[in-house]
């Protein structure tokens, strides 16, 4: 009977563990290494302020950008996707930096892109969604 009960309990533990990962936040931070953020998805409550940290681990400046709704980049970031950018930070190499903005509105997914050349090729993409709160 404890052995039944101890595993009943490992699995509700993992299923709590396993659905919190979607859950809102206004505390992010991602890692940032060449052509890849860590963690790549978020979810943050529309209209909240959110804090980032940014923590570039890579040889090179890194952006986390954050595209308007419904605006994603075409073939390669570019001079022409600047007015279609909803917010962003950059860290220099070996820097973390601490930001803050106010969320989105609009309830929805919002591609996420580093601004610096060529990485938006190589796959470096995010995704942040947007919740009603």
Known sequence: MRKIFS???LVCMF???ACGGNRPSTNLK???VEFTFTP???VIPAGQEITITAVNNGAVIHEFVIM???QTIGDDFGDEDEGNIY???E???GKTVTATFTAPTEPGE???VCGTEGHFIAGMVGKLTVVAP
């Open 15 to 17: 299923i709590i563990t």
């Open 87 to 89: 917010w962003e930070v």
């Open 40 to 42: 790549p998805e978020f």
């Open 68 to 70: 308007n709704f419904g």
């Open 7 to 9: 595993t009943i309990m």
């Open 91 to 93: 860290a220099e190499p």
């Open 30 to 32: 991602v890692d940032m």
């Open 110 to 112: 919002y591609q996420v």
